[in-house]
Structure formats: structure tokens, C-alpha cells
């Protein structure tokens, strides 16, 4: 760790840390994938280790769950609705009252008395005063327990056993108001969370999942879309990106066919091939692609490349609310600055172990995951400091 590789060596110094990472008693890492690229140097490196499935080798092209990374995309999907016009002049400040999605009685249930307030500029930087349905219920929060809450929707599924494990989940069903199990927000309702709000909209800081699941909505009711045609049709297509999709809402692309989903693990559990159904991300983080993919999104991010030049940026403007906690050093849309030993990391983590950063100091793109709920942490950190300290910052 105290010797760095010059450049012609740095590919294999790479592997081989993919590679111990599946042996490092800190982890429980069965499987490993990253893309790295500096464009100002012309480098880039694609590596994987690990059974990806059962008898079935990593590979740098693997697809793999990205879990909360994915609200990037629907922040991008929000803010590319904004250029086009369709909040009107108040753009993100635009609050859920005045877009038509839910009626008075739902949005007061969602906030207490408070909902009709909430602005897309605070669901998109978590200053809603939202719970976090998958990780809170009414009476906790997930962070105050060591976790999961007993009746958030994550705690409640670990207790309910197959079926409720298996359970494939949609995000609102507004014909089923009071039945927790028609949709992840009517659970959220059901289960009385919007009865005790974190806080009054626009006053603090609280992650929540809760807030992008109805971002998704708002997208899917502005648009008359839904939410995965509007990523492929916005994102994915234009980006030319052929592996990547919306799981369990679209047929698989061609491609994916051939290629099966990496593995997700907690601890040593394996969940996609225990019939652990992830469909209640969706808004929330519900992508499928490769890591190679994942970084050819967070360039044009960065570069605001599907944006016009007047909302280019706007993804990474950084704001400071209240209760905002380190590591994290500032908010974005769907975005995130966060201090580490490299300097700055802008992007995003997923909870299966997923990392999508850009280091601005090294013009660094990093991509990946170690496909593991549980303990994973910075792994990304090493690689990164391996690569600035390679080729120096920019």
C-alpha cells in the first residue's frame, strides 16, 4: 500500500486489489466489478473478480443491481422534465400541490398537514422531512436501532418470510389507498409514517428513499410515460447504452440475454437466486447495467451532457442543509459531495455495495460494486488513491 505503480503497471495493481478484496476477512465479498477512466490521461480499466452466479465467472461487463446509485437517474429524469418546460415557472421549486399527482387527503397523509408544500428542489435533496419508508416505521428510525426498523418495509419483509420476501412490488396504487401491501408508498401511508415527519419540509436533511419513489410519480405524471421508458428514451438511448434497464418493469435487452445478474449477498446470504425480489426500489434505485455503463452516466452528469447549457450544472450545485453529516459535505440533485482521504467524491453509493464517484482534483470516473449489503464500507477509496497517486491531480 505505501509503493503506487507507474502507469504501464497500474492495470495489474488493480486486479490484483479486485481481487483480494474476495479474500479480506474486513469483507464478505463473493463477487467485484469496476470501471476506472481518467479521460486527461487517455487511461482506463475494466476489472472483475468473483463468481458472478454459481459456477459462473465475474466479467468486466457483468450487469448488477445498482440500488440507491440508481436515484441519480431519477434526478436526471426530474431536472431533463424541468428543461423541457413542464413545471412551469417555478421549475423545482414547483411544490407537489400544484402538479396534480395526489389529492389533498393523500398529501396530507404524506406530511403531516404538510405535504402540499413539499417542492421537488427538497425531494430531490432530501429535505422533504420525509421518513424513510424502506428503513423507517412510526415509531423508529432505522438509524436509531442499528438498522431496520421492525415495520419498515425492508424490516417487515426479512420477517415475513418467502412470501413476503418474494413479493414483487409497485410503487402506488392510488385504487388501494389503505392496503400497505398495493404499493411501496401505500405502505408508507398505511403504516402512518407521514403522521410523523422528520421534519417541516425545507428544514433539514433526512435520506429518504420514500422522496424518490414519488419523484418517480411525478416524472411518470408530467410526462404521461412511464418511468422506464422515459430512461431509455432520455438516457440510455442517447448514451448509446444497450445493458442497461429498469429491472423488473421492461423485457431484458438483447444483451442481457446472454449475460445473467450478478449475485447480490448479505453477509454470506445470496439473495437474487433465494427469490429475494428487489422490485421495490424502482425510483429509488432500481437500475440493472454494468459498471462500464454506470460510468458512462456519471460523465454525462458531470458534463451535463443531456441537459441544456442553462441546467448543465445544476446536478452538482452543492447545498448545506441542516443536519447534513459527514462524510457527506454537500447536496445535490441526486448527487453528493463527500469528503474522503483522496479530497472530494461526487456521486452516489447503493446499499449492495454499488460506488459511482467522480474525483474532480484527479478527473477520476470510478464504477462498481462488491455486490454485498453488509460491511463493505470504502472499498472504493484504495482504488481511487491508487489512481491519483499514479498519475497526480489534474
Not at 192 to 207: D, H, I, M, S, T
Request: proline content about 5%; charged content about 20%.
Amino acid at each position: 500500500m505505501n509503493k503506487f505503480p507507474e502507469p504501464r503497471n497500474l492495470d495489474q495493481q488493480l486486479q490484483q486489489s479486485l481481487e483480494a478484496l474476495l479474500s479480506n476477512q474486513d469483507y464478505q465479498v463473493f463477487n467485484a466489478v469496476i470501471d476506472i477512466q481518467v479521460p486527461s490521461q487517455r487511461y482506463r480499466f475494466s476489472g472483475a473478480a468473483g463468481l458472478a452466479a454459481e459456477r459462473l465467472k465475474m466479467h468486466p461487463d457483468q450487469p448488477f443491481h445498482w440500488a440507491s446509485v440508481g436515484k441519480t437517474l431519477t434526478a436526471l429524469i426530474i431536472v431533463q422534465a424541468d428543461d423541457r418546460g413542464l413545471f412551469g415557472d417555478k421549475g423545482l421549486d414547483t411544490a407537489l400541490a400544484e402538479i396534480g399527482l395526489f389529492g389533498d387527503a393523500v398529501l396530507d397523509r404524506l406530511h403531516h398537514n404538510a405535504g402540499r408544500l413539499i417542492t421537488m428542489r427538497q425531494l430531490l435533496t432530501h429535505t422533504a422531512g420525509l421518513r424513510d419508508g424502506m428503513t423507517d416505521d412510526a415509531g423508529s428510525l432505522g438509524q436509531d436501532v442499528g438498522g431496520l426498523a421492525p415495520r419498515s418495509l425492508l424490516g417487515a419483509m426479512l420477517q415475513g418470510g418467502n412470501q413476503a420476501l418474494n413479493r414483487h412490488w409497485i410503487p402506488w396504487d392510488a385504487n388501494e389507498l389503505d392496503v400497505d401491501t398495493a404499493g411501496t408508498l401505500n405502505y408508507y401511508l398505511h403504516g402512518g409514517l407521514g403522521e410523523v415527519p422528520v421534519a417541516p419540509p425545507g428544514a433539514r436533511f433526512y435520506y429518504s428513499d420514500t422522496g424518490y419513489v414519488i419523484l418517480g410519480l411525478v416524472a411518470e405524471h408530467v410526462t404521461g410515460q412511464p418511468l422506464q421508458r422515459l430512461l431509455k428514451q432520455w438516457v440510455f438511448e442517447p448514451l448509446g447504452l444497450t445493458d442497461t434497464y429498469l429491472a423488473y418493469r421492461e423485457p431484458l435487452p438483447d444483451r442481457q440475454k446472454l449475460m445473467e445478474e450478478a449475485e447480490v449477498y448479505a453477509e454470506s446470504q445470496p439473495l437474487l437466486s433465494s427469490g429475494f425480489n428487489l422490485s421495490f426500489d424502482w425510483g429509488g434505485g432500481g437500475i440493472v447495467s454494468s459498471a462500464v455503463s454506470m460510468n458512462r452516466i456519471l460523465q454525462a452528469v458531470i458534463q451535463g451532457e443531456l441537459l441544456s447549457p442553462e441546467k448543465a450544472q445544476l446536478m452538482c450545485q452543492w447545498c448545506q442543509p441542516a443536519a447534513l453529516k459527514q462524510p457527506r459535505t454537500g447536496v445535490g440533485l441526486g448527487m453528493f459531495r463527500t469528503q474522503c482521504q483522496q479530497g472530494e467524491l461526487w456521486g452516489h453509493s447503493g446499499a449492495w455495495g454499488a460506488k459511482m464517484f467522480y474525483h474532480p482534483q484527479g478527473d477520476i470516473y470510478f464504477s462498481g460494486t462488491v455486490n454485498q449489503a453488509v460491511g463493505t464500507g470504502n472499498w472504493h477509496w484504495e482504488f481511487i488513491e491508487r489512481v491519483r497517486r499514479c498519475f497526480g491531480d489534474s
